[in-house]
């Protein structure tokens, strides 16, 4: 099982990103896909949620507004599109993966991607 998010970059502030999530090894399309992010000195936090039936979708406040996830189940990839970024967005965006939790927990995901650096510039 591999999940790999990228998209990252140096972006400035009040640009875009658009991250993905490459998921190969299970059966994509019955599994939540969350991002989560870190950020130097701070714990993994929420960002946003998919559900596998794809209508099921949860942001973090700060998210809401700015960032839309998606998925493509035919294509095995979620995706988190990042509007009007702030400074205060830098972090190391990761996704996850669940069969069976749909929720903000982190520690509730047992599959886990490598993470993919956003930083912005003021």
């Known amino acids: 099982v591999q999940l790999q998010a990228s998209g990252g970059g140096l972006v400035q502030a009040g640009g875009s990103l658009r991250l993905s999530c490459a998921v190969s090894g299970l059966t994509f399309s019955a599994y939540n896909v969350g991002w989560f992010r870190q950020a130097p000195g701070k714990n993994r936090e929420f960002v946003s949620i998919i559900g596998w039936r794809e209508t099921d979708l949860d942001y973090a406040d700060f998210a809401k507004g700015r960032f839309t996830i998606s998925r493509d189940n035919a294509k095995n990839l979620a995706y988190l599109q990042m509007n009007i970024l702030k400074p205060e967005d830098t972090a190391v965006y990761h996704c996850?993966?669940?069969?069976?939790?749909?929720?903000?927990?982190?520690?509730?995901?047992?599959?886990w991607g490598r993470g993919t650096l956003v930083t912005v510039s003021s």
């Open positions: 996850a993966a669940s069969p069976n939790y749909f929720g903000q927990d982190p520690g509730r995901y047992n599959i």
